[in-house]
């Protein structure tokens, strides 16, 4: 039994095996003659392989001209079939006492093992900004292979998983519909008096339950609701303290399913809102309808940025972060692909199939407002992921 | 108002003092002129800092002679000041148009900036195997710093933070209350029929409820549960299948609170348990009573996994990986802190106030047990930290 077959995931074969061709057409263009994929997003979109063990350092060797081989920590490797699409030939244990000594790393053993299925001489490719190939990670691969030299593969893989396949849009669609679920539960359950680390219980009960048909899968970044004063900033988790009357709270989740993430933030609040809240939530939603009527294929990444600044410039606001980025597969600590934003001077072009989180965060001094929305690039478009409205929630 | 006024924390300056004082004496001691810390645990033992933005870089700048700096990204840094207990001139936001591009990197813009606060020529220490210090981030604060040699701080904060203050160790007593409601839910409410997602969300909203006094905070690791055959393999986390008769079930979660990390571990058998895993349960039960008793000021990490061994070892038993290793704060993707590890050779003598998760893993062909406890080492012994029995929960 597999976790395609488990989370009713049904990667097809030959889809891989499209992945994979793909990685390789891109690794020979760029004259590499391998890859050492450690984002765990990376590793997923490749293989299927899927475990909470990418705190330990676990790798896959894609030579250009040759199979892929895993490389993971003894106990992960014995269970790596569970997930990943390799034969049990291709998944390399190695051991335990290697784990966390300030003498040894494992990606010493692991570039003895890969020199093996590297051609001599060729440049090696390194995912070196990825989260988990840390700098000494990095130093011990490249002393290991004295012959070759690390190349940085500028996000090679995560580049190539920009325009989903009609599998990935489906996974996308059913994590709306958990997002959506989950925020809808967040904007009725926020309650004056109630602790923030009540509700955040009720959010992730609903992140991980999901549908009946669908059960959700966990985030790469827990719920976050800056309340008051300290909305003003956009990545406080939360707390033990009660809401109160007279404070907004911004919230951002996401519902996931089999690794796919559909982000989604809202603002809430409790009794009247000041004028200049209501203001921004009217400008922030002719700003999303100015983003969503911008996108679809064709257009860059710089436009739709230009189309929401038009409009909050009109009425003398100023963002100076990006207003959304690609989305699909994620990990901890981050769903984004780390690939296209929409903001000044991103010359990609948007083609159909294309994924984002729309997210107009306003943080101000002692303040804030987030919308947000997921959507899909189609062909003449864009397609939402979720249905709730473009508006500020008033609870009185 | 502040985290730690939030959280009830109350970190005294005094502490923080104290901590920042044995960092600079630890440089000094190794010669070397400041250090970079990433790690997000460290950078929250030092400063308080408390935020979700580990996934963009983030580091704090500690001169051996002078006042630490930290840098992060704009919209991050301008909310800093809500957890950490630095003044806003020692708080440095790099622009936005730094993230995520494939030509510039946020360490450029950082290493401007940190060669003001670093003398000329020392050696500068960084954190080469934590977990958000990419191998392009080292190359690039190399690159800024070339009057300077980088160097392996080898996990010079996590050593200084193995022994907790009684500040630290109330915080992990909390913890462990949560851990222990968190893993009594779990074991009442796992059942035939249930899917594992939706046991998940009440153990997740367990986690965040805490309890009525102190509010759960989020975990460095999803509740893991392998289940059935896959209870051989220790880092899969859940799916939508069904809960059924005749399987086992390993749960391995935490209870949190302000960041301080109580993991604990137990295993459900749904019907009657084969014979093999009663006889292990009985085993690895007697194991952790040897374990236990042998843990006290004075012995090292090496003897008390021999303890452990030689119980297992007397029944035929054999068990590869370490049987425990430090804790106390912790980000995702570990709640371990990398330093001392319960296992063959570890010549660390243990002393009181260092904290342990004692971890009895047995990972076997398409069938494991699990069983936990976190501990405190007193001068006469050890002090757990959650109260449930060790023993196989069994559910007919």
Redesign the interface.
């Known amino acids: 039994?597999s976790?395609p077959d488990?989370?009713?995931q049904a990667v097809e074969p030959t889809e891989y095996a499209g992945r994979l061709r793909r990685v390789r057409a891109a690794l020979a263009e760029r004259g590499f003659g391998a890859l050492v994929v450690s984002d765990p997003a990376n590793l997923f979109y490749l293989t299927g392989y899927?475990?909470?063990?990418?705190?330990t350092p676990q790798c896959l060797v894609v030579p250009t001209d040759g199979e892929p081989h895993l490389f993971a920590r003894?106990?992960?490797a014995?269970?790596?079939s569970?997930?990943c699409n390799l034969r049990d030939d291709q998944i390399h244990g190695y051991p335990?006492?290697l784990?966390?000594r300030?003498d040894v790393?494992p990606y010493d053993w692991i570039a003895g093992m890969a020199g093996d299925l590297i051609p001599a001489g060729v440049d090696v490719a390194?995912e070196?900004?990825?989260?988990?190939?840390?700098?000494?990670?990095?130093?011990a691969l490249g002393n290991g292979l004295p012959g070759h030299r690390l190349v940085?593969s500028?996000?090679l893989v995560n580049w190539i998983r920009l325009v989903k396949s009609p599998h990935e849009l489906r996974q996308l669609r059913i994590a709306g519909a958990i997002a959506e679920n989950a925020m809808r539960i967040a904007l009725d359950q926020l309650q004056p008096g109630k602790?923030?680390?009540?509700l955040?219980?009720?959010i992730?009960?609903?992140?991980?339950?999901?549908t009946p048909e669908?059960?959700?899968?966990?985030p790469a970044?827990?719920p976050?609701l800056?309340t008051g004063?300290?909305a003003?900033?956009?990545?406080?988790?939360?707390?033990?303290?009660p809401f109160v009357s007279g404070e907004a709270t911004t919230i951002e989740l996401a519902g996931v399913f089999g690794r796919y993430h559909a982000p989604l933030a809202r603002t809430v609040m409790l009794g009247d809102p000041p004028q200049r809240l209501r203001e921004t939530a009217k400008i922030v939603a002719e700003g999303m309808r100015a983003t969503l009527s911008t996108i679809r294929a064709g257009v860059t990444g710089s436009v739709v940025h230009s189309a929401f600044n038009d409009v909050i410039a009109a009425h003398g606001l100023v963002k100076?972060?990006?207003i959304g980025?690609s989305i699909g597969i994620g990990y901890?600590?981050?769903w984004?692909e780390?690939?296209v934003?929409l903001?000044?001077?991103e010359t990609t072009v948007l083609t159909a199939g294309m994924a984002f989180h729309v997210i107009l965060g306003m943080?101000m001094d002692g303040w804030g407002y987030e919308l947000s929305e997921p959507v899909v690039v189609t062909e003449d478009g864009v397609a939402r992921l979720t249905g709730l409205p473009h508006e500020l929630t008033i609870r009185r």
């Not at 602790?195 to 009540?198: I, L, V, W, Y």
């Not at 003003?232 to 303290?241: A, F, K, S, V």
């Open positions: 039994m976790v488990l989370l009713e899927d475990a909470w063990s990418f705190y003894a106990m992960d014995a269970g790596a569970y997930t335990e006492d784990v966390h300030p790393h390194v070196a900004d990825a989260h988990y190939f840390s700098a000494r990670g990095y130093l940085d500028t996000e602790r923030q680390c009540d955040v219980a009720e992730l009960a609903a992140q991980a339950t999901g669908h059960g959700g899968d966990y970044i827990v976050m800056p004063d300290a003003g900033t956009p990545h406080l988790t939360w707390t033990d303290r100076d972060s990006r980025y901890p600590p981050d984004g780390r690939t934003s903001r000044p001077g943080w």
